[in-house]
């Protein structure tokens, strides 16, 4: 009989299997910390928005817009999109519940996002990212705190091969002046624009300091530096965001031709980067997008918000071979004979609820004793708690540190928590 076909999954959308899960448990739980110590509020938005709301905030001359969105119509035919970042549709949500008149908000938000990318290391279809916005706070203290945070989850993460850097993008109408000059220097090294440079010259120049194509690297270092020619107000509100990084001592690089990828940005961008991942190094990117709620219909308001990449803060961790709890239990109980079976599972759930907080994992479906402590020991438990039949007729339990080399203790079954904690903390 022949076998039905094995169903493939979508190309650069992946699986996110138990191996992996502790990392992504491990970033989402110290995040999740760390926006309730700064105040920052969890908000969940839809997955699918109209497609109108992107090309208006992320603007249709980016990469996204132009080749990466997943759109379809919809049986009311409606042309929707799977969200392929966050800021829209938080904005979005901001602005059709009322949240702004006279307000100000410090929120967050987590999951799936998607772009029709070419798969590769660091680089999905489906991904996800954890981000947090902040709306109505005008002056750049707001913008160092959201990069302290940044920083902040580095060192709550055990992330180290990180670095920051910074720039300011002015005002749109400073902008535009710097486009001109921007435009007039491009425009006079024809023969040295690949083909999407010059798809961009006529719509948003500014991208093409973004260009990782190794042959216009020499024009792009020769172009005019935006901070150059900076709006007195957006210079002013760099120089206080430096002077505040300074005082907290954050190590940074002023990078000015850092110009990010969407054009809803204004004033502040920043992203950190890391030497692990090989091309793909950006890590967390973010920015002000002071006009962007105007634009989409709300009235003016600042703004500003960065993203991180699990997957991507995930594999740093992996590569930089940072430990994270979860990945084994603390304990393993070996259970081996019809009467130790009979008494075990109940046995089990009375240390669970002797231990809080402490992760058990028992043998289920048999096997002898030398094959159970096996996989007691593949498991990476600290501690093994052996349940054989001698041991149920005489109401104990062995217990055995599995990382050293000291013996087996016999113990009552009310007195097994007691010996686990003892030697979880001296394993600790």
């Known amino acids: 009989m022949n076998r039905p076909a094995t169903p493939a999954p979508i190309r650069g959308m992946n699986d996110v299997l138990a191996d992996d899960m502790p990392y992504w448990q491990f970033i989402e739980a110290r995040a999740r910390e760390l926006f309730a110590a700064y105040g920052y509020q969890e908000l969940r938005v839809p997955v ?22 997943y759109t379809f119509t919809d049986r009311g035919g409606e042309s929707l999109t799977l969200r392929p970042e966050a800021t829209a549709g938080l904005v979005r949500a901001a602005i059709t519940n009322g949240l702004l008149h006279n307000q100000r908000h410090r929120v967050w938000t987590s999951g799936p996002m998607f772009r029709y990318e070419r798969p ?18 005008e002056g750049p203290d707001v913008d160092s705190e ?7 989850l580095w060192r709550a993460l055990g992330v180290s091969r990180v670095k920051l850097q910074i720039n300011s993008l002015g005002t749109p109408q400073s902008r535009q002046a710097y486009r001109e000059l921007l435009v007039r220097h491009f425009e006079a090294h024809p023969d040295q624009l690949d083909e999407d440079s010059r798809r961009r010259l006529g719509g948003n120049p500014l991208r093409i300091l973004d260009s990782k194509n190794p042959a216009m690297q020499d024009l792009i270092a020769a172009a005019p530096a ?5 709006d007195p107000d957006s210079a002013a509100h760099f120089d206080g965001l430096r002077a505040l990084l300074d005082a907290a001592g954050v190590e940074y690089t002023v990078n000015p031709r850092l110009v990010r990828g969407l054009d809803y940005y204004t004033r502040t961008v920043f992203e950190w980067t890391t030497d692990a991942l090989g091309s793909q190094d950006a890590v967390c990117s973010g920015g002000r997008y002071d006009g962007l709620i105007a634009q989409l219909g709300g009235e003016p308001t600042p703004a500003i918000g960065w993203a991180l990449g699990v997957e991507r803060i995930a594999g740093l961790l992996r590569e930089t071979g940072v430990a994270v709890p979860g990945a084994s239990p603390d304990v393993f109980v070996v259970i081996a004979g019809a009467a130790a079976e009979r008494r075990g599972v109940a046995l089990v759930e009375r240390w669970r609820d002797a231990l809080p907080g402490i992760r058990i994992s028992s043998q289920l479906g048999g096997g002898s004793f030398k094959t159970q402590m096996k996989r007691a ?32 203790e016999a113990c009552a079954w009310d007195e097994v928590p007691g010996k686990i904690r003892a030697l979880l903390a001296r394993a600790s």
């Not at 699918?48 to 969105?69: A, C, N, Y």
């Not at 680089?123 to 709306?135: L, V």
């Not at 935006?226 to 900076?230: A, E, G, K, P, S």
């Open 146 to 152: 959201m990069i302290l945070l940044s920083a902040r």
């Open 377 to 408: 020991d593949r498991s990476g438990a600290t501690v093994a708690v052996i349940l054989g039949d001698a041991e149920a007729e005489r109401g104990e339990a062995a217990v055995k540190h599995l990382r050293s080399e000291a013996a087996q």
């Open 226 to 230: 935006i901070t150059d020619h900076l």
């Open 48 to 69: 699918v928005e109209h497609t109108e709301l992107f090309k208006r905030s992320i603007g249709e001359f980016t990469d996204i817009v132009e080749k990466e969105m």
């Open 120 to 137: 590769q290391k660091g680089r999905f279809r489906q991904f996800h990212q954890i981000d947090c916005e902040a709306f109505g706070y």
